[in-house]
């Protein structure tokens, strides 16, 4: 920025300079070989006095770069003045029949001395011109050079610079499957110690009411641990289903949804889970099944704790030439702020309370799916979660 107020600035100085210049008239090259040639031609008086006035308003070349080039120039100058002083003392001093012999010879050689004065001066023109376009041209491959080695850095850099942001995606990705491997693996480490540990403990509790004298007290435990075994069995579910096979999602799904919302405070949430005939869930291998089965949970669970709904629908669309999927997942429930939803969808949690671990392990296992999520809600309008692999 700096570099070129600076530029501009010199640029104004040159024109403000240029503008205050006293306008003088100087011959060019072409008049004054023109005015030459017609005296040659002629070789009058008036011809001779033309040439001397095209010499003294010629400008000689400055010749910067070349200093013994300019004393030559002014040399050979001053040298044509001086023979054409010469000159025309000698065609003024002709009488009407015209010069003699001797003035003739005079004249020849004065117009020779010129003629090669005027040529050295055109060589030592030609000389700087070439001269300087050779310097141009040299600065010319430079540049051309300098900047295809800079576009080669560039190039490089920028592909250093993606292999980088590829190696972080790729450890990134790798993070979160191992995170996500971790957390099955403890999910099912949890299911069987509940089973193992907890349920068995509720059934022999149950077996020991059986031998109480109360048989109402009896009849209430045995209640309770029935339905506690059963809270226990559906917790057991949620944390290890089933494997699941393409075949088999819409179904295990359904379970799931039953497991999830049963009854709840309001009423019973009606379920709807829709795959269209475009959607092949083959083409997905389990571990991607299992993702998708995981995000439709964690969105589940969501609507089930903050929602109040009382209808959620889960649509699968497909597009089989490009093995996509789009997973739509709608309820009628309570809805969120536009202020929240747009934290979401940028990534930010700071103010989305207790669910936002929920909403994060979506994003995440989205982004394992190299797809992405997109949440759309109003208060009292309810929430679509749009999910795009």
């Known amino acids: 920025m700096k570099k ?11 024109l403000a300079s240029c503008s205050k210049q006293p ?8 008049v004054l070989y023109s005015s030459w040639v017609e005296f040659q031609q002629k070789r009058d008086e008036t011809s001779c006095l033309a040439f001397i006035e095209a010499l003294d308003n010629y400008q000689i070349e400055k010749f910067n770069s070349y200093p013994e080039l300019k004393v030559a120039a002014q040399n050979q100058m ?11 003392a000698l065609v ?16 020849d050689q004065s117009i020779q001395k010129i003629d090669l004065a005027m040529m050295a001066y055109l060589r030592n023109q030609n000389y700087a011109l070439e001269d300087t376009h050779k310097t141009f041209y ?62 068995q403990s509720m059934r022999y509790v149950s077996l020991l009411a059986e031998n109480l004298s109360d048989k109402d007290a009896a009849e209430k435990i045995i209640s309770t641990q029935n339905q506690n075994i059963e809270d226990i069995r559906k917790l057991c579910y949620n944390l290890t289903p089933p494997a699941i096979s393409g075949s088999e999602m819409v179904g295990a799904l359904e379970l799931l949804g039953s497991k999830i919302f049963g009854e709840n405070e309001k009423g019973a949430v009606e379920l709807r889970i829709v795959a269209e005939e475009t959607v092949d869930f083959s083409v997905w291998n389990d571990e991607q099944l299992m993702h998708i089965y ?3 949970q964690e969105a589940f669970q969501n609507i089930k704790k903050h929602a109040g709904a009382h209808e959620v629908t889960v649509l699968f669309k497909g597009d089989l030439p490009d093995r996509k999927l789009k997973v739509i997942i709608t309820d009628d429930g309570c809805g969120m702020s536009q202020d929240m939803v747009a934290q979401i969808n940028s990534g930010l ?34 929430t679509q979660i749009t999910v795009e692999i």
């Open 4 to 14: 070129s107020v600076i530029v501009i600035i010199l640029i104004l100085l040159i």
């Open 23 to 30: 306008q003088e008239k100087f011959t060019d090259s072409k």
């Open 78 to 88: 001053k040298s044509c003045k001086t023979e054409a002083q010469n000159i025309l």
């Open 92 to 107: 003024s001093s002709a009488d009407g029949e015209g010069l003699d012999a001797l003035q003739n010879l005079a004249l």
């Open 138 to 199: 040299q600065y010319f491959i430079m540049y051309i050079v300098s900047f295809a080695v800079g576009a080669v850095i560039l190039i490089l850099l920028n592909a250093r610079e993606i292999k980088k942001r590829d190696r972080v995606i790729s450890e990134s990705e790798q993070f979160l499957r191992h995170t996500m491997e971790v957390q099955e693996a403890e999910r099912r480490r949890i299911s069987r110690e509940l089973h193992d540990t907890v349920a």
């Open 294 to 296: 995981r995000i439709v």
């Open 349 to 382: 949690f700071e103010k989305t309370e207790s669910f936002h671990f929920g909403v994060r392990n979506i994003i995440e296992r989205v982004q394992l799916l190299s797809g992405k999520v997109t949440y759309r809600s109003e208060p009292d309008c309810g």
